[in-house]
């Protein structure tokens, strides 16, 4: 089993920046890809950033402005969100991938508004 939390969320204004991080613990030897989600009302969840074996992978719509790290000591990763825009308003999830299934934590809110 892998246990998946995120932190960092909250509200920011247009043009401001968030660090959002994910701590793994459990099984974290069997991880082979984490990132990060997320999933605004009334849309289905999309892939942000993650890390596939040594590739990082970003949504078109974050490149250049979010990016994905991880402490490999700490077990954590990282989200770094700059220039965040209304529309990166959503529900951010991270998630772990093994060979046998998904992990996913609760999720964090990050709300872009002035």
């Known amino acids: 089993q892998v246990q998946l939390v995120e932190s960092g969320g909250g509200l920011v204004q247009p043009g401001g920046s968030l660090t959002l991080s994910c701590a793994a613990s459990?099984?974290?030897?069997?991880?082979?890809?984490m990132g990060w989600h997320r999933q605004a009302p009334g849309k289905e969840r999309e892939l942000v950033a993650a890390?596939?074996?040594?590739?990082?992978v970003y949504a078109d719509s974050v490149k250049g402005r979010f990016t994905i790290s991880r402490d490999n000591a700490k077990n954590t990763v990282y989200l770094q969100m700059n220039s965040l825009k209304p529309e990166d308003t959503a529900v951010y999830y991270c998630?772990?991938?093994?060979?046998?299934?998904?992990?996913w934590g609760r999720g964090t809110q990050v709300t872009v508004s002035s």
């Open positions: 890390f596939t074996s040594n590739n990082r």
């Open positions: 998630k772990g991938r093994t060979v046998y299934k998904d992990y």
């Open positions: 459990g099984s974290i030897f069997s991880l082979n890809a």
